[in-house]
């Protein structure tokens, strides 16, 4: 009996088979990799080798437009894949095509196939041997493509534009390969600018992020007199991704996943945008106070005008309130120009241009020659440029006396002030609130003074949201 029992378990134990251990998988995987890469680089060389002695003095060779931006690689070196360690990126890589061109499935298969083919081209290790299209899309004036190559647990993006309708063969002409690789994020973003008027403006910009993410645009935001932005939301696709074509890029985005906010901010991640006039187009000074140097003016109108388009703001054509020299405790005494612009709800856009560069700051989203701030038609207060901290006050003609209070309610600085004018020297990151008085010392008004204490890049909008 108990020799049956052993027989009839045997026989059930045959068709057994232990569960593969993930981890020797892996090892497994990696050695092949490995194997494959080194087997590459042999074979490279010597058909390298081979090639080169009837070519012998040749002038060179033939590359991929885009690619050939920097030296060809050598022999069996690619840019390295990054790991797929996030849930969100594997979201994004597991999202279907998108774009209008999805649906041309001859096309998707012709687009996989070519960059496949030329992923060594590409510094793209050939062992990502699986080639995926996440977006393709014909905007106004342009189409784009966003590849990803594969294996199981690494991935490496590639993106390609062109003119509208443009082939395969024109996208990969088209392709770039970035300077540093570029690790894999739930969120793309890219941009295309072209010459116009001796300046460049941006005639592509891209987001793309996982499918079923909700995407908006808004280029109706209005500063209030508090500082604060008032604006309305369009959607632009319910898809996760966003294409904008020429003149479309002065607008803020919102990506909305799992009913998250998971970013909101310019247009792009913030790549910017130039608008298509010259920064010497005159301006005109009337009214201003101070001594205005106008060609210093026109840039600091043209610099206003960006910014604003950067943030998707909506305002009256800037105008210059004061031109003059900065103090000596500012470094270089710099001339300088203060331009504002006003939305139709009270809130202005404020801006201070130096002649002459200030040492930068880190983390900073503004060229370091200008600072920008919020306010309101009657009352401007900016921070001034350079290490020594301090800010520059124009408020109404009458006013002589400034008090700069923190947010506790107590005055940690005073200065003078000259036909309304005047800079003080104090930490801007502890300015809350201003109050300003007149000859007689009679209290004029008193204003908040929002933004002083945030990054260069967020004063005239809100605050850029990253939350993957």
Same mark, same amino acid.
């Given at each position: 009996?108990?020799?049956?029992?052993?027989?009839?378990?045997a026989r059930l134990a045959e068709?057994?088979?232990?569960?593969?251990?993930?981890?020797?998988?892996?090892?497994?995987?990696? +050695?092949?990799?490995?194997?494959?890469?080194?087997?590459?680089?042999?074979?490279?060389?010597?058909?390298?080798?081979?090639?080169?002695?009837?070519? $012998?003095?040749?002038? *060179?060779?033939?590359?991929?437009?885009?690619?050939?931006? %920097?030296?060809?690689?050598?022999?069996?070196?690619?840019?390295?894949?990054?790991?797929?360690?996030?849930?969100?990126?594997?979201?994004?890589?597991?999202?279907?095509?998108?774009?209008?061109?999805?649906?041309?499935?001859?096309?998707?298969?012709?687009?996989?196939?070519?960059?496949?083919?030329?992923r060594a081209e590409l510094l793209?290790?050939?062992?990502?041997?699986?080639?995926?299209?996440?977006?393709?899309?014909?905007? =106004?004036?342009?189409?784009?493509?966003?590849?990803?190559?594969?294996?199981? %647990?690494?991935?490496?993006?590639?993106? *390609?534009?062109?003119?509208?309708?443009?082939?395969?063969?024109?996208?990969?002409?088209?392709?770039?390969?970035?300077?540093?690789?570029?690790?894999?994020?739930?969120?793309? $973003?890219?941009?295309?600018?072209?010459?116009?008027?001796?300046?460049?403006?941006?005639?592509?910009?891209?987001?793309?992020?996982?499918?079923? /993410?909700?995407?908006?645009?808004?280029?109706?935001?209005?500063?209030?007199?508090?500082? !604060?932005?008032?604006?309305?939301w369009q959607v632009v696709s319910?898809?996760?991704?966003?294409?904008? *074509?020429?003149?479309?890029?002065?607008? +803020?985005?919102?990506?909305?996943?799992?009913?998250?906010?998971?970013?909101?901010?310019?247009?792009?991640?913030?790549?910017?945008?130039?608008? =298509?006039?010259?920064?010497?187009?005159?301006?005109?000074?009337?009214?201003?106070?101070?001594?205005?140097?106008?060609?210093?003016?026109?840039?600091?109108?043209?610099?206003?005008?960006?910014?604003?388009?950067?943030?998707?703001?909506?305002?009256?054509?800037?105008?210059?309130?004061?031109?003059?020299?900065?103090?000596?405790?500012?470094?270089?005494? =710099?001339?300088?120009?203060?331009? !504002?612009?006003?939305?139709?709800?009270?809130? /202005?856009?404020?801006?201070?241009?130096?002649?002459?560069?200030?040492?930068?700051?880190?983390?900073?989203?503004? #060229?370091?020659?200008?600072?920008?701030?919020?306010?309101? #038609?009657?009352?401007?207060?900016?921070?001034?440029?350079?290490?020594?901290?301090?800010?520059?006050?124009?408020?109404?003609?009458?006013?002589?006396?400034?008090?700069?209070?923190?947010?506790?309610?107590?005055?940690?600085?005073?200065?003078?002030?000259?036909?309304?004018?005047?800079?003080?020297?104090?930490?801007?990151?502890?300015?809350?609130?201003?109050?300003? $008085?007149?000859?007689?010392? +009679?209290?004029?008004?008193?204003?908040?003074?929002? +933004?002083?204490?945030?990054?260069?890049?967020?004063?005239?909008?809100? =605050?850029?949201?990253?939350?993957?």
């Amino acid at each position: 009996m108990d020799d049956e029992i052993k027989q009839a378990l045997a026989r059930l134990a045959e068709p057994v088979v232990p569960r593969p251990d993930p981890y020797q998988r892996l090892l497994v995987r990696v +050695r092949r990799r490995r194997q494959r890469r080194a087997a590459l680089t042999c074979v490279t060389g010597l058909m390298a080798v081979a090639m080169a002695l009837p070519l $012998f003095g040749a002038a *060179g060779r033939s590359t991929l437009t885009g690619v050939a931006s %920097s030296p060809p690689p050598a022999a069996g070196t690619f840019q390295p894949a990054s790991w797929i360690d996030k849930p969100t990126v594997r979201q994004l890589l597991n999202s279907p095509t998108r774009g209008n061109l999805a649906g041309d499935k001859a096309l998707i298969a012709d687009i996989e196939r070519q960059y496949r083919k030329a992923r060594a081209e590409l510094l793209v290790d050939p062992a990502l041997d699986e080639v995926k299209v996440l977006l393709a899309h014909d905007a =106004p004036g342009a189409r784009v493509v966003v590849v990803v190559f594969l294996d199981e %647990s690494h991935g490496l993006l590639r993106h *390609g534009s062109g003119q509208a309708g443009a082939s395969v063969r024109e996208l990969l002409n088209k392709t770039g390969t970035p300077v540093e690789p570029q690790p894999l994020e739930p969120l793309v $973003f890219f941009g295309r600018r072209m010459p116009v008027n001796g300046g460049h403006i941006a005639d592509l910009t891209v987001g793309l992020a996982p499918a079923g /993410c909700l995407v908006e645009a808004s280029a109706d935001g209005r500063i209030q007199p508090d500082g !604060s932005v008032r604006r309305t939301w369009q959607v632009v696709s319910a898809e996760g991704f966003v294409v904008r *074509g020429a003149g479309r890029a002065a607008e +803020r985005w919102r990506f909305t996943c799992d009913g998250a906010v998971r970013y909101a901010g310019p247009a792009g991640g913030g790549l910017g945008v130039i608008i =298509p006039t010259e920064p010497g187009t005159p301006v005109s000074t009337a009214g201003a106070r101070g001594s205005v140097d106008a060609t210093l003016a026109a840039a600091a109108v043209h610099d206003l005008r960006r910014e604003l388009d950067h943030h998707g703001l909506t305002g009256g054509s800037p105008e210059v309130i004061w031109g003059g020299r900065l103090p000596a405790w500012v470094a270089g005494a =710099p001339v300088a120009a203060l331009v !504002s612009s006003c939305s139709a709800d009270g809130g /202005c856009a404020a801006l201070l241009k130096t002649e002459a560069k200030a040492p930068p700051r880190m983390g900073s989203g503004s #060229p370091p020659d200008y600072w920008t701030a919020t306010g309101s #038609p009657a009352l401007a207060v900016v921070q001034v440029p350079g290490k020594t901290g301090g800010v520059l006050v124009v408020g109404p003609e009458p006013a002589v006396r400034v008090e700069l209070l923190d947010g506790k309610g107590r005055t940690i600085a005073s200065g003078r002030l000259e036909t309304g004018v005047g800079a003080v020297r104090v930490d801007p990151r502890k300015v809350t609130k201003v109050k300003i $008085f007149d000859r007689e010392g +009679r209290f004029l008004r008193t204003e908040a003074t929002p +933004r002083l204490d945030v990054n260069l890049g967020e004063r005239l909008g809100e =605050p850029t949201v990253r939350a993957w």
